[in-house]
């Protein structure tokens, strides 16, 4: 793993998920640079590293791969960041929030004037992102596209992000939409302080996870991975703040003390 | 050169003038399908046509490609057109208005509904367009790519027209991407059956606030209130449907089971 400077630009990271063709790391990285943006994370990239198709394909735009960064878990790649999208061709069978390309811009834009980081993964050239990845992230992203033709090409859909980052971040103005505009977004702010970051999330998980599987709750097995899942995909769903992640921790210890005090 | 069909669809027409690789003419085919364009029209391609490298990277979209329209005159492929817009990366010298992806496409739609055809050129990949196709054209389009780094992929701006058409054609442009509108709504509806009511979140609260009393969590009395208050701000945020609530019951169920259990 490289070890990169922080990147002073405020716009989203592009993390692009065990990606198999050198061609579209390069041409992700050429529209991430035709737009300004230039914080590129792989995790497991399937090729060798670094690539020459994909310098090739990015037709200059080496610098964003030369900075780019290899991560070998979803979460570490992930661990600075306050707000994590999953973009996806398809509906998934999940109860998490939508948002287009563009929403979900005026967000991580809002999310930015907090302070906040933000990251928009992107799957595999065939499959896209897994569920297990989705369940770590707070939202899905939708272009809209033509649902009888929806396979974008993995470049392509870094692009529309890149393009809808630099369009509403160039100054056209921002953000009039979403929940984090008005009241929420500052209610976010004033009520607990900054949002928990992945970083704190996952830690949770692994806490809850661990618990409920001392107490017998993950069962049966085959039925673990969907559970886990879902439960997961609530509690991303509640936006927690740092100190509420904490709040939780206590709940759950509290909750599970006695087990581990009761006499064997 | 095929005849084809007047296309039922009112988006404009992809014009490639002198396109050199079928890699990108097939590209170009699938971003247009991922978008529901259908009109593709080529001007004295470069390379042989059809062309196995466009299939291939049309990925699916060969509907495209067997309908697109071969000419060896910019002017004949523009002929049955109202409004014609080219794309260029960086401003020439030319007295001619310049528009954005969206502001085009805004005036293509404007125009649609005034029974107008529109038409968008793109240019060879290392050259763009020459100043005398510009000179035939009705506007500029330049997308607001980052100065420093302007030459985006022929596939690649193809697909920002696209989408911008797809985006206002089908009305998606129009703000309002809470968690409680459309999209995030059916998510709701799909994934996971209804929202809960107020009796069962209720009644998850009180059952997880006497768990949380019985392990000596609430303390001490005079904090009490406040932290049931925050504890109940972070699960209503959750909006969980019912099936939720019950899995949230079985969790904390499962972890403070062990101390009714513990002998007295």
């Known amino acids: 793993m490289q070890i990169a400077e922080e990147p002073a630009s405020p716009a989203p990271a592009i993390i692009l998920v065990e990606p198999q063709l050198g061609e579209n790391i390069g041409a992700a990285a050429r529209a991430m640079a035709n737009f300004a943006l230039e914080d590129l994370r792989l995790v497991n990239p399937r090729g060798p590293w670094p690539d020459e198709k994909a310098v090739a394909a990015a037709s200059g735009a080496d610098f964003v791969l030369e900075k780019a960064r290899l991560y070998t878990d979803l979460r570490e790649a992930c661990a600075d960041l306050n707000f994590v999208c999953a973009t996806t061709a398809r509906p998934r069978d999940m109860i998490k929030r939508v948002l287009t390309p563009?929403?979900?811009?005026?967000?991580?834009?809002?999310?930015k004037d907090a302070g906040q980081r933000s990251g928009i993964l992107f799957g595999r050239e065939r499959w896209g992102l897994?569920?297990?990845?989705?369940?770590?992230?707070d939202a899905i992203v939708m272009a809209p596209v033509n649902p009888s033709f929806a396979s974008i090409n993995l470049a392509q859909a870094v692009l529309l992000v890149c393009y809808e980052w630099r369009k509403q971040y160039a100054g056209q103005s921002i953000g009039r939409h979403t929940r984090f505009d008005g009241a929420a977004g500052e209610g976010l702010a004033r009520a607990g302080g900054r949002p928990a970051n992945r970083a704190e999330l996952y830690a949770f998980f692994d806490h809850l996870e661990a618990e409920l599987d001392a107490a017998g709750f993950l069962q049966p097995p085959e039925k673990r991975p969907t559970m886990v899942r879902n439960i997961r995909n609530m509690f991303m769903r509640m936006e927690a703040t740092e100190q509420e992640v904490r709040t939780l921790r206590g709940i759950i210890a509290s909750l599970s003390r006695s087990r581990k005090e009761r006499p064997k």
């Not at 929403?103 to 999310?111: D, N």
Request: charged content about 30%.
């Open 102 to 111: 563009e929403s979900a811009v005026a967000e991580i834009l809002v999310r």
């Open 130 to 137: 897994e569920n297990d990845h989705i369940s770590l992230t």
